[in-house]
């Protein structure tokens, strides 16, 4: 028995419809990795994901890209998405809104500026996205943007939004509120490896994945110390089965 719920809740699905979790993709499915970039396990990721000419996303904790960034340009140069996770991996449910947002806000920085993006340049980009943001339908009670026209669009529009996604998947609703006003889009998922819990073998985490993933699956994994004797057992197997099958693995 898994000790955490290896498919997102249908309910927390209904109850936050925006949160992204899945995509309607033929064949197609979305790898995530939270808590890089490190040099233990994020190079061999990588490679690992060269090798079957797959992408990926990765959720990265602002504090690991300050320690490592040729490693986070390594994510870049081999064409994956990056994402944010802030700063300093918070619990959203243990933490104030204000220093939440200021932890993403602080990690965002961190993923700017290794992407060798200058300050003038995100101050303009922060305008734009300002003045794209006018006119858009709301969730009133969340402050997330209107279900249907969310996932209508998220596909032709997922290069302008940035991702986020909460430590531990903990967040309270006034802080997704406040992420939502600064242009992110929060991204669950739909399938949880369960690759940190060592209280599962790597057979089992095999298994999480195998029996719970289908098309448009969104797939956590962690490229982080904890999780990497599980990923190395089961990342390769995963993409194996899937590219046999005619999967593509895309970044969101």
């Not at 028995?1 to 290896?6: A, E, K, Q, R």
């Not at 990721?45 to 490592?68: P, S, W």
């Not at 390594?74 to 991996?89: A, E």
Request: contains cysteine; charged residues 30%.
């Amino acid at each position: 028995m898994n000790p955490f719920l290896i498919k997102y809740p249908f309910l927390l699905r209904k109850l936050y419809p925006n949160r992204l979790t899945r995509l309607e993709a033929e064949k197609t499915i979305y790898l995530s990795f939270d808590d890089g970039p490190i040099p233990e396990i994020t190079p061999w990721v990588l490679h690992t994901l060269e090798q079957y000419h797959a992408k990926a996303t990765f959720f990265c904790i602002g504090d690991n890209i300050r320690k490592n960034p040729k490693i986070f340009q390594q994510i870049l140069k081999g064409g994956h998405r990056v994402g944010n996770h802030t700063f300093n991996h918070l619990n959203g449910w243990k933490t104030k809104t204000d220093a939440y947002v200021n932890n993403v806000l602080k990690a965002e920085e961190s993923l700017l500026e290794n992407r060798g993006e200058k300050r003038d340049n995100r101050e303009k980009r922060k305008e734009t996205e300002s003045k794209n943001k006018k006119g858009k339908t709301r969730n009133h009670e969340t402050g997330e943007q209107n279900p249907q026209l969310a996932t209508q669009n998220f596909q032709s529009q997922s290069l302008n939004l940035k991702l986020f996604r909460p430590p531990y998947g903990k967040i309270k609703n006034s802080q997704a509120a406040e992420l939502v006003k600064q242009h992110y889009k929060i991204v669950m998922w739909d399938v949880i490896s369960g690759d940190f819990d060592h209280r599962i073998s790597k057979e089992k985490c095999l298994s999480n994945v195998l029996k719970n993933t289908s098309e448009g699956s969104i797939i956590v994994f962690h490229d982080s110390i904890k999780a990497s004797e599980h990923l190395k057992y089961v990342l390769p197997k995963v993409l194996k089965h899937y590219t046999e099958k005619g999967f593509a693995f895309k970044s969101l």
